[in-house]
């Protein structure tokens, strides 16, 4: 069974940074692309950043030069660190990988910036 559990998220000022880890398990965690995506109310799923297996990363032009992904394959674990954050960044953030065709979601992590 596959199960995404993310966690970090809080509420900080502007300019702040925060750290979101996903533990997952029921995987071949090294296999897997591993992605966050964040979402506001009434507004879709955005993809944020994505690790391939081999560490390939790639970003949404809103967090480039901000945040970063990275993952740990003998943890089993993917983590994002958000710098210099803005209110704009404000939304429930979650883990997802894609099996066969299959998407599967952590619950979520609320990440709220405001002074």
């Known amino acids: 069974q596959v199960q995404l559990v993310e966690s970090g998220g809080g509420l900080v000022q502007p300019g702040q940074s925060l750290r979101l880890s996903c533990a997952a398990s029921?995987?071949?965690?090294?296999?897997?692309?591993m992605n966050w995506y964040r979402q506001t109310p009434g507004k879709q799923r955005e993809l944020v950043a994505s690790?391939?297996?081999?560490?390939?990363?790639r970003y949404s032009d809103s967090v480039k030069s901000r945040f970063t992904i990275s993952r740990d394959n003998a943890k089993n674990t993917v983590y994002l660190q958000m710098n210099s954050l803005k209110p704009e960044d404000t939304a429930v953030y979650y883990c997802n990988t894609i099996i066969g065709a299959r998407y599967y979601w952590g619950q979520g992590t609320q990440v709220t910036v405001s002074s």
């Open positions: 690790i391939s297996s081999g560490g390939t990363t």
């Open positions: 029921g995987i071949i965690f090294s296999s897997n692309i």
